[in-house]
Structure formats: structure tokens, C-alpha cells
């Protein structure tokens, strides 16, 4: 068994159901099926064998579907590339990973030609030389590929965002996809056939990992290529959409669209959220908007996105102080996933207590793509160190406190940025926040907010200082507020930081 096995189920248990809606365009369990067959069979005709890599740059499309759902079953290795990055990122990762095919999508012809030095074949989307990629598909054959794929081969090679230096190759297992599904159906989705799910989630990172329990379980999904809350709204409406699955800057987008109350959503059943954490007081405001159907999960690439879950009933607090002020966190480990907050010496340490969080599971990664000094570095004493800086309360729950690498450090003193956003979220005027530190020549660094105010509110920096000044101690107050339109962000959703330190820093 192995990850392609989840579509094969449906074909021959729900061949006739709609399987995937793209564009406007539906299309059923036998014949997605059927064309992934084709393509995994055509990839192989080309002499390519078990745990050859394979580049895929698309925007979420059904070739982008098919292509990689046909690696899972030939038993080749989908290189997630980044469509935001740069060409000679991409370029790197190829030639990283040591893949010998890319496949694009109609956007990307100049970026192929540019990064497609020392590959063997280049299969494209639409018109233009080379290979076109509805032609080489229809020249394989329909029946399940003869590719002996166990659980323990390789699937993905999905590069990190380089956050913290070079993109590292997370090396992830058909294991690993196959456990997070299981996680995944067991603790947040009750799905039936009759169920709808909508993503504008990128199949390059986390919307590839959520549909799959709505592919096992015969329902289905809808996607688009770019997130358009109005788009995201009225398809809702109009087909009784009943998932969605965002990260926070989706959600807050959805729920600032001027004309919200307009949208009948009464077939919602689970908005998960994930890739960020979301400030309580917009929890509380999506509480209010969409009842009580708020899903959140905390993961990361390298143990595929499932580390803990706040579930649906935890976002209920009836009033419940210690309820209510565990919406702030990341929930709970998953059914069989062991999570620790260790110290300096890697040992385990009590509730209440910070320290970096580290894991253990079938869903964490093999390790880094030869990299094998800063697997073992991640990998110390067989926990994967997420380098999450965080604490447990008395019952288990998780609270994340921030990434390492953010760590404020002004005037001696360490700020950690999410705690002053989970402060300026508060202000009625702040519809989104992030908090960096700018070099400064006094303070080392300077607490610096970047926010976007709400449709129709207004702030001026002394009324967010005077708000501070009440609200946090003096030296985890912003020296700096810069007023933005938006915050700029990564492909899923994050907000970069780092972006925005270099933008001040080389103003």
C-alpha cells in the first residue's frame, strides 16, 4: 500500500461521485483515476525507476492533481517547488534534489527555460515546443502501474521556505502521507460522501495533505488556484460547501469582507485553520460569525503538518476561564504523536515552563535531503527539534510562544513577537499585526509593528503607543509602527517577517 492507494479506493467504491470541481470543470472519481493511471504509466515509459525526482511548478490545476497523485503511484519523488520563488531558487532545488524531469504549468514557460539546465525531460501545460503534457499523458496506459511502492519508499522532497537559510530537502515517506490521513480522519474530519470541501490552500504545501481524507472517503473537493475571498464566499453559498481549510490570513480576510453577512453559509461543518497562529480576539470574532465549527492543527513540513490539534469542541469556552484561555493554544498532541518542551540540555521540563518543542511519530521526516549534519542536529536523541519556543499547562495543551530565530532582543532583554501581536490584535482598529526587530543603534533592536488597519476604522501611531502603553511592559513596546495596506506574504499564507525587516532596515 501507499499514498496512491487513496484514489484508487474511490475509483472502485465511488467511481461515478464528483471527485474534484476546478474552474467550473467537475470531474469523477473513475476518470481522474483513469488519467493518473495514463501519466504515472507514460512517466515510467520514459525509463524513469523508483525514487527518480520530479519537479512540479504549478498553480493548483488539475495537471498539477494528476501529476502528483501519478508520482505517489509510479513510486517517484515529487520535488514541491515554491511557484512564488524566484528562478534561480527553483534552480537550486532542482538541482539539489537531482531531479531529472520538471513539469509546469501554461504560467511558467520562461521560468522552465531559465531553470531547466541538466534535466532530461521538461513536460509542459499548453502550446509551445517540447513536451506537451495532454499528449505524453494520453500515450500512457489506463491500468494501475506495475511499481512495487511500499510504505517506507520515498514520496516528496518538500523544500523549506529558507526562512533560516538555505531551503532544506524534507525527505517525507509514503508512510508518512498515509499516517497523517489516518490522523487526519480519525481526530478532525467525520467526512461522508455528501460532504464539500474548498481550499485555495496551495497543493505545493498543506492542500495537497488535506484532501486526501476526502478523496478516501469518496467526497468532494473543490479548488482554487489563488484565494479570492469573494470567490471563496459566493462558491460556499451556491454549491453547499461544508469544509474550507485556510491559514489564519485567510480567515481574517473572509471575515473583514465587507459583504459577509451576506453569504448564507449553513452548511459549514469544519473550518480548519492552520500555518499560524491566529490572535484569540479573532478566534473569538470568527466564533461569533461562523458558530462553533473552528478546527486548528499545529505541524510544520517536517513532521507534515500534524503535531497538535485544538478541536472544534475546545474552541467552546461557556464562559470557562481556564477554556477560554486555551484558545490560545495549539491544542493537544494527535493519537500518536508524543510532543515535549525541552531546555538547553535537551531535557524535559514541567508545565508552564518555555522551552523548544520536539516530537516524535511515523509522521516525522527520514530527514534532510543530503544534508545528514543538520538531520543529525534535528534529529537529537530521535526527536525532531521544531524549533518552536513554547510551554504546556497542567493539561497538555500547548502553547506556542514563537519561533527561535524571531526572538527580539532589545536592550538586553528578550521579546518574543507573538505575545505584543496578541496584544495590538485587541485594538478595535487592527485587523492584521506583525511585530520584528529593526536594528538599532541604542537598543540593539527595536520592537517594530507593522499593521493593517480594519475596513472603515482609523488609528493614528500615538493612539497604538498610548493602547501599548496601558496594555505591555515598557521595553516590549513598538519604538516603531509602520501603517500598511497590507502585510506582505509567503505562498501559504505567512506573514514574512523577515520581509519586512529588510524593508525597513534598507529604508
Not at 75 to 91: H, I, S
Not at 185 to 209: C, P, R
Not at 473 to 484: E, H, N, S, T, V
Request: hydrophobic share 40%; proline share 4%; charged share 25%.
Amino acid at each position: 500500500m501507499n499514498a496512491g492507494y487513496l484514489v484508487e479506493r474511490s475509483a472502485r467504491y465511488f467511481p461515478e461521485r464528483t471527485a474534484f470541481v476546478i474552474d467550473g470543470t467537475a470531474v469523477t472519481y473513475r476518470h481522474l483515476n483513469r488519467r493518473i493511471n495514463k501519466l504515472a504509466n507514460a512517466l515510467l515509459s520514459l525509463g524513469l525507476k523508483k525514487g527518480d525526482r520530479v519537479g512540479l511548478l504549478f498553480h493548483n490545476s488539475y495537471a498539477y492533481l494528476e501529476s502528483f497523485l501519478a508520482l505517489y503511484k509510479a513510486g517517484l519523488v515529487w520535488v514541491r517547488l515554491n511557484a512564488r520563488l524566484a528562478p534561480q531558487e527553483l534552480k537550486g532545488m532542482l538541482e539539489d534534489s537531482g531531479a531529472v524531469v520538471l513539469m509546469h504549468g501554461p504560467q511558467f514557460g520562461e521560468t522552465a527555460e531559465a531553470i531547466s539546465e541538466g534535466l532530461q525531460w521538461t513536460i509542459h501545460e499548453g502550446d509551445g515546443p517540447g513536451i506537451v503534457y495532454e499528449e505524453f499523458l494520453e500515450k500512457g496506459a489506463d491500468h494501475e502501474p506495475e511499481a512495487n511502492v511500499t510504505l517506507e519508499d520515498l514520496s516528496d522532497l518538500w523544500y523549506t521556505s529558507g526562512t533560516t537559510g538555505a531551503p532544506k530537502g524534507i525527505m517525507l515517506t509514503h508512510r508518512n502521507i498515509m499516517t497523517c490521513t489516518q490522523l487526519l480522519l480519525s481526530d478532525v474530519y467525520d467526512i461522508t460522501t455528501e460532504d464539500k470541501f474548498l481550499t485555495a490552500g496551495a497543493l505545493s504545501h498543506a492542500g495537497s495533505v488535506r484532501v486526501l481524507p476526502f478523496i478516501i472517503r469518496g467526497a468532494a473537493c473543490y479548488l482554487h488556484s489563488h484565494f479570492d475571498p469573494d470567490r471563496m464566499l459566493s462558491e460556499t453559498r451556491e454549491q453547499g460547501i461544508t469544509d474550507w481549510a485556510v491559514v489564519p490570513t485567510m480567515l481574517v480576510a473572509i471575515m473583514d469582507h465587507p459583504k459577509f453577512e451576506e453569504f448564507d453559509l449553513g452548511a459549514m461543518k469544519r473550518i480548519t485553520y492552520a500555518g499560524s497562529p491566529l490572535p484569540v480576539e479573532r478566534i473569538k470574532e470568527g466564533l461569533e460569525k461562523f458558530g462553533p465549527i473552528l478546527d486548528q492543527s499545529y505541524g510544520q513540513a517536517e513532521s507534515i503538518i500534524t503535531i497538535t490539534h485544538l478541536p472544534r469542541q475546545d474552541h467552546v469556552t461557556n464562559g470557562d476561564p481556564i477554556r477560554e484561555k486555551r484558545l490560545a493554544s495549539a491544542g493537544r498532541e494527535y493519537p500518536g504523536v508524543r510532543v515535549r518542551v525541552v531546555n538547553e540540555a535537551d531535557e524535559a521540563i514541567g508545565p508552564g515552563e518555555v522551552g523548544e518543542v520536539v516530537t516524535r511519530s511515523d509522521l516525522v521526516m527520514r530527514g534532510y535531503w543530503n544534508q545528514p549534519e543538520k538531520t543529525e542536529e534535528a534529529m537529537k536523541g530521535g526527536w525532531l527539534h521544531t524549533g518552536d519556543i513554547g510551554y504546556m499547562d497542567e493539561g497538555g495543551y500547548l502553547f506556542l510562544v514563537d519561533r527561535k530565530h524571531d526572538k527580539i532582543i532589545t536592550g538586553g532583554l528578550n521579546v518574543f513577537p507573538r505575545e505584543v501581536e496578541e496584544v495590538l490584535a485587541t485594538h478595535e482598529a487592527v485587523a492584521q499585526v506583525a511585530v520584528f526587530g529593526v536594528k538599532d543603534p541604542y537598543w540593539g533592536e527595536a520592537v517594530t509593528a507593522a499593521i493593517v488597519l480594519k475596513r472603515g476604522k482609523r488609528a493614528t501611531e500615538d493612539d497604538i503607543k498610548a493602547f501599548c502603553k496601558e496594555n505591555l511592559a515598557g521595553y516590549k513596546r513598538p519604538k516603531k509602527i509602520l501603517f500598511m495596506d497590507d502585510l506582505p506574504k509567503n505562498l501559504y499564507g505567512k506573514v514574512m517577517r523577515k520581509e519586512l525587516k529588510k524593508q525597513l532596515e534598507g529604508a
